[in-house]
């Protein structure tokens, strides 16, 4: 820095420069200006030139200084003024100069007396501060350079430097205020103050520094180190060698002052690591020093830290970006950073003039910091003394320990100490030499992981601010230039530390572990400090959470030997046990500190074991320590949940490296992830679910050991991918965990002494033995003798020891029925083990009982573990690479995480807290049951994901190792017997005991594990208790029966006693009732399939013979009294399912139980319940019981009438009146109930249905009713009508939740969007024309399959060559498209007859016409095709014949008389009462004369054939009733008017009947007829008009029903669609055979045949159809074979159904898999049968669709059990629920009915999803308005008469030659001779109109269309009348 001053100092010129050195040394110059000449001189002068020029004339320089200074002190004497001060300045600048550039003189004591007595004046204590500060500097530049020559009083002035500080009668004066006059003299006499010596610069009035002590020892230590660098020696050795010789005196002076407990014994290369004990404040309260001194400790420490910090800015960025955090109490701070100087009172002023070194280090004020900028050689040469010294070294270490034992008041001192440590561990590549290993000469270690203390986290903690810390100086050196520092000679070494070469440099290396073992030891001591000042305690906290962080960072990131690892365990159990050895119970509240420490300390314990065990062998004897530990403070709920939190990660690691499967990423989840990715189209990953998670509590889970070359020297690679699973991607098997082989001498860790068969290793291995159902008497004995569940311990299966048989490709396992084991102790604490094991448990091996002798624990000495591996040939690896594999928990050299270890360290941890039902707290035992429970779900989520395939393609063998689901048995079996304070934890235990034995299990549950759970069941059922039977029916559940446990059926009657509670609570959420329900709903099947079964007695161990009779009496009253009474909805329709089970069994089985009727009824109740879905679940089951019509005629006759009375009361009831709109859900509901109410009248016998009483109509009468009024709407009077009717059918008393009957139908807030038909009125008017239609008339001659006709307009013409409807028909003119009352599209065609087929057709042998009128006619229901022909003659009436015959018989040549026209005889008939009886035919020739034929004809017909009654129940041949209009005066007239008529036809005849002969006579007799020959018709639509005309629909009342269709290619299309169109309800659904081991797509979809059952299931299903002629519903399938030949189909007349059977396709090749895959995947419902030993999952069948999969079955029993997996919006659908147990008999109905109704659930929630009929009436409303033709009457009877005019067709148009005059004329007169028209005349016009029409013509087609447009508004009002009753109205 003086050089490059000196580049910008002021240069004085040469020749005056010369002549101030000559003025210098010239004596006869005064004083004051040879001071002058000397300043010049120092100004422009280099240090160097500056020393060669005091060397030669130091006398004269010595002398000038020396008079100045007297000169200056008599004038300060006098009067002290600045300028006088200024004079002071410069002479002491002199005088610092001569100091350091004559260092070799004053060495020799040149001048010593006279120095010495100016320095006594300036550190007289009358003078200021700044003077005594300056005399303190001054004199430790005189005595460094004195050295060992400086005399005893040198030394003594040393001591009494700092006021306060030190023993010596002086210091009372040197630490108060200066005494003035002649006290001073009189009681101060002494080296500085002696009498003659006094102050130069009193500071009187001065203010001093609050602590002065501190001030004036923040100057010592500073100068001790600013100075030596000033001293300008020849050698530059000596700056060392002085700064020795100044720290040897402080040390054994000032050091011995501030730490009077300094122990100079201590030794960092041979340390004692005695465990710290536990301190009281009070104790360190009085060995603290007063406080003066305390702060000069703060100083020293934090002096002494300056030196050896190797950071400079302490990592700023790091420690901003990831704080430092322990707890979530406060931000570990360090307010004082220890890079600081002491920034109170640190000397320097703003006046001083002394050198540029000096200035610049003086601070302005006393309150600010040390700058010491100008600090870099001297850093050197201190921190060269302080670290090449053993001595040196252990002082600094001793300093930081006593540091450590200060009391909280000396906090700073503890934080920078704590500071220094962590900058050491976090910068390792710039660790100071001790640290270092003394093989490590010199070098630093810069190891791969670089991370700062400051990114170790905590998840629960909040941020906190990293200390940050402040350089002493700008560019500070590394401690590698110390380490490296250049070699010093002997003399050098010998001087500072007695070393005798250089060799023997390297003593000073302890090595990091040492340094690592001493600070752990030593911080503990701020843990054991105890307080109850509230301030204080959070100071200690403060700390605490420090050290836990380096801790913490040591255990992550530094490689730590065997001994420092046990160190830091045996240190962190003394703080444990010493912060939180009191544990909270009861009324004691832990303190400020251990409730802010406990986390930090518990996660840090735990988690450093772990770590401990990964990196070296933790002996058995810290283990036992650990388990004491723990398990004594379980009573803290910090432990719980951290040791949950560790288990959770533990078990994580168990699931990678045991069973490869990474639970952040598992199969399943993948599968899900690639099938949502697929769904939304997108091609980017999806985001997984890892995380970079840096906490402390997770990261010591990774697999990688710490990265530091020493620490991973000695390791052997190990293989992650050699232990993946097979389902997880891995290929090799994984070593053998059970071959046993003793590990070494010592102890396993923190077993119990006793012997056993168990092992930490020991996992799972699969059987693929089948349990067989045993003797439910054996079983109940086993109950009765086995032990109390706390005794019991599960059973213990053994594994083969690993064969090395060369043929042996693989690891095999087997299970060995001998080494089952049970048995029975005395303790209380059982302790889970896993079965098929022969190595301790976790539990047993943490839990000591010295107490007993035959505790069921094993031996710490059991510990075998062993690793095996197979190469990739499949031989066995020798015997050296086995080993090199192992983990070091098993004797290997592998660090870090494998099997074996996360296998031990799972099962220790898990029983680390010891027996938990010991723990005294319920609370914190409910924690430890909340995370078993976890766990417990964990492992089977581990053991879902074990053996999956992840691309799907092929299923993986079974795996090797399963999870140890029952390893927690023992402590649920336990908890049961605890007192009721335990209430929850015993509920979390019945819990985990359900969940795991009621589930598949991979090898059988022994039989004493069943029979203790079954003991379980039956005493917590026999209890009655509320909570204990929720939990065992909501986690049982269906599944209990349904899972093959041996047995199970024992307990039936607990079991319908558990629902009978559950359901007869109150309580409707806490209660699992929808589990109740399912639960006893399950049984339905059983006491058909069953005879007599064995059951346990409730309440007592007694075995019973339970009947099938009364078994199903019970099961069906409760569902009964549910179905009725339950309030929650879904159980409510669980139970209506049940009953609808129940319903179908006994129709099946024809077993017709008692209560069928009784539960008939109950549906029909159910139809008015307030839960919409409840009502729609039980209109789904009637309709299903409509199959066995006949079944319930035979048991009731009367019942199906019923059904369908009440059905359609209830449905007349919901139809709400005219106007007022219901909610779409309402809609659904009653069209679900008009189907419902069809479906029953298709299936009655029609004499059923017509049969009537004396005081009730038909029953197909009130279901017309009952439509009509849907499509009309109710009035008033109606709905009431229909209130009154349902009232007396249905007791309301009998059920809850029903309707109101009177309360109000309808909503005046519907959803039913504008524009949108009604869809019951639809509905309504497709049921009305469906009955008029197919009742008795389905399913017709061509079977089930076809429902509307297939024959076109275009069929049977063979002039029109085409093979579709096309525009050519439109040009036929036999061809006239007609729409009927607008919901009818009629189609007249006229054929040739075809009188040339084999047989003569359907007209064989009669004479008819040539033609044929077929008529088409397409309506909601469909196409119906009609045909017509005219008959002419009987078959033996030949052609011509009636001529020849007419001719024959009347004999015109021979003159014969003629008939008269009356007849002679006048006489009539006597008439007969006799009358023919209603059965016979009136033929002929058996009538009499008097015999109305006519009239008996029909009363014949009414008879014989019913369904021809006009209205039902009237004959046909009443009288018809007066025409309306027809008056009585009418009918005199006419009567007149016949009478008349006789009248006079008599009297002509009486008149000319004598004239015989003449020509009156001719005129009397009758003239002969002769037939007329047969003409043949000519115009081509001439038996179409006819049929037109005699249907009536050319009638006048018709015309406003009747109308053309404009033919366009537009209505062809439409025509097309609607002929496309199903008119009925269509579903296709999957049936998918899954066999044995297949789990993948490939696989199930490559299946050809299937099982026996599974072909009688399909077969169930439907009738097998040939697809090549099927004319149904095809779903899909093509009809080419390449879909398959035969499929399953079912139909209804309202339903088809056709079943997509994978085995049924073909799956031979590519194209047909892909094939399959469609049709499969792409229905919305899957039936699959599984007869794999795992359940089925969702997403094997990779689809969008498939939203409902009814899984079956198959059970040993032969029944069969059904799961429903519905995706989560579908709602709840019957009649089968998930978890119901069908026998083969009513699986496939019942099966098929669900799935027909899954699908109608389904497809009702798209969005804008319309029924079929809904489809069909919207395209229906398309053509009438888009395509039908409003015209004239005129027009509309051309298109009649001729649909396409000939091509040499004219029509003349009159009107052009009309005026208007005339034309107007012409109306009036059409107008008023209408009486003889039909319709006005006008002349017939072309249909394409003229662009010219007349007046007349446009008026009358105005009047016409506005006639046509009211008669449109009127359609459902009378017909418009005729204009002869106008007429006669006029």
Partial sequence: MSSVLDMFRTRTKEGELKKSVLKVSDPKKDALTRFKHLRIVLDNYSKLEAKDFFEANYSHIYFIFNDNFSNVEADLKQRANRAHREDLDAILFVFEKILTLLPELIHKRWMFHSIGRILKKLLHPGNGLKIRKDGIRLFLLWYQILNENASEECHEIFLQLVPGLGKGIHQEVLYGKSQSGAESKESCSGIIISGDITPILPGSGEKLPDNITKHYFDALIY????????????????????????????????????????????????????????????????????????????????????????????????????????????????????MAAAAENMPGSNASTLSTGSHHSELDSMTSSLCYEEWVDENDIVRSVLLTSRENINIIHESFRQAFLFSLNQSKSIKTVISVYKDWFQHADQKPIFMQEPSDIGLGHAPDHHSSLSDILEEDSSDESAPQTKDLSKSLPSLDSINNSRIRNASYLGAIGDLADGGRLNDVRAGIQKVLQVFIVNSANVFLLQTDDESAMSEQVDLCKKVINIYRYLVMNINMEQKTWEKMLQVLLCITTGVLGDVPIFNRKPTDLQKRLATPIFQTIIVTWIRANLCVFVSGQLWDQFLGVLSSLSGWPELIRQWANTMDTLTRVLAKQVYGLDLTDLPLQRLTEQKEKRRRGKSQEIPRNKSNDKSFSRSWSKNEPPNDKAFTSNAVPFERGKYKSDGAGGSKSRPDL????????????????????????????????????????????????????????????????????????????????????????????????????????????????????DCPTPDRDSLHIEMAATTTDGGIETKECINDMRSVLAGGSVQGWLPDNAVVLWKRMLGILGDVNQIMDPENHVMVYEELSKILDTLHKIRNNLGVTEDNTFSPPPPDFIPPTTIFTPWEFECLSLPDDYKRGKLLAYQLLCQTVVKRHDVPLSTELLSQFYMCLHTGIGTRDQEIINVLVKHCGPRFFSTPLQSSTLLLKNFIQAVEIVLSSSDLRQTPRSEALSLIGSLMCFPNHYQDLQVLNVGELSVESLSSNTLKECIISQLLNSAKKESAETARCIALSSIGVYLYEELCHQTLHSKLHEAVIVLLGNLRCKHKVAAKTATAILSMLCDHTDQLLNYHAALPKHIIEVVTATVSVLIPLTGIEVSQEERKLIVAMLFCVVEWCMKMPISLLLETTDTDRSCVFKVFQVLDVAVKGHSTESLSQARQLLAGMIQDSDFAHLRELHSPVGDYKSDRKSGESDSIQCAAKLLINHMVNHMCHFPMGSGASRLSSSIQEHHDMEELEVNDLKQEIFYSSNIQFFVQNKRTLVSFIELPALVDLPGGGVTAGLTTARTVCRVLLRDLTGKYAWESSMLYAPPWCQEGSSVKNAKALLDLSSGSELEPLLSHDEHDAPLTDTERPSSMMPLYNLSLPHQDNLNDMLRYIGHTSPECHLIPGEPLNLEAGTPEGFSTESEEAIKGMVIHQKV??????????????????????????????????????????????????????????????????????????LDNQKCRETHKIAVIYVAEGQEDKNSILSNCGASKAFEDFVAGLGWEVDLETHQGFLGGLQQNRTTGNTAPYYATSLTECIFHVSTRMPSGTDDAMHIKMRHLGNDEIHIIWSEHTRDYRRGIIPTEFGDVLIIIYPLPSGLYRIEINKKAEVPYFGPLFDGAILDRKVLPGLVRATAINASRVKRSLLPFYHSFYEERAKNFETVIQQHVDFTMFEDFAANVFAPVLPQNATIMDQSQDLSFTASMTSVDQSQSSAVDQVSPAMPRQSRAGSSDTGIFERTAKRLSLTRRKASKTSQHQTPPESPEARSKKS
């Fill in 1544 to 1617: 006079n036809e008599l009297q002509y005849y009486s008149k000319h009947k004598m004239d015989q002969g003449s020509l009156g006579f001719q005129k009397m007799l009758a003239k002969p007829q002769v037939p007329c020959e047969g003409e043949e018709t000519t115009p081509p639509f001439q038996m179409c008009r006819m049929m037109l005309d005699q249907l009536g629909l050319l009638a006048w009342e018709q015309r406003c029903h009747f109308d053309l269709l404009r033919k366009s290619d537009k209505l062809l299309r439409e025509l097309k669609n």
């Fill in 223 to 338: 100068y001790m180190v600013s100075e030596v660098i000033k001293v300008e020696w020849k050698n530059k050795r000596m700056r060392e060698t002085c700064f020795v010789f100044l720290f040897d005196n402080f040390k054994s002076s000032y050091l011995m002052w501030l730490l009077p407990t300094f122990d100079k014994a201590g030794d960092i290369y041979n340390p004692r690591l005695d465990l710290p004990e536990s301190r009281q404040v009070s104790e360190l309260e009085s060995h603290d020093m007063p406080g003066n001194v305390s702060d000069c400790r703060y100083s020293f420490i934090k002096w002494l830290a300056h030196f050896v910090f190797i950071s400079k800015q302490h990592d700023k960025a790091i420690e901003n970006q990831v704080p430092e955090t322990v707890g979530s109490e406060e931000d570990i701070t360090e307010t004082d950073q220890p």
């Fill in 738 to 853: 059970n071959k046993q082989r003793s590990l070494s001498g010592e102890p396993s860790p923190s077993h119990s002494r006793q012997p056993s068969n168990a092992s930490d290793s020991a996992l799972y291995i699969r059987s693929n033995s089948d349990g067989n159902l045993a003797d439910p008497k054996d079983l109940v004995e086993r109950l009765k003798d086995s032990p109390a569940p706390e005794d019991l311990e599960v059973a213990k299966l053994s594994m083969r020891d690993l064969q090395s048989d060369p043929d042996v490709d693989s690891i095999s396992f087997e299970h060995s029925e001998q080494d089952t084991s049970y048995r029975c102790t005395d303790s209380r604490s059982p302790s889970p083990t896993s079965i098929h094991s022969r190595s301790p448990s976790p539990i047993s091996e943490l839990t000591v009982h010295p107490q007993q002798k």
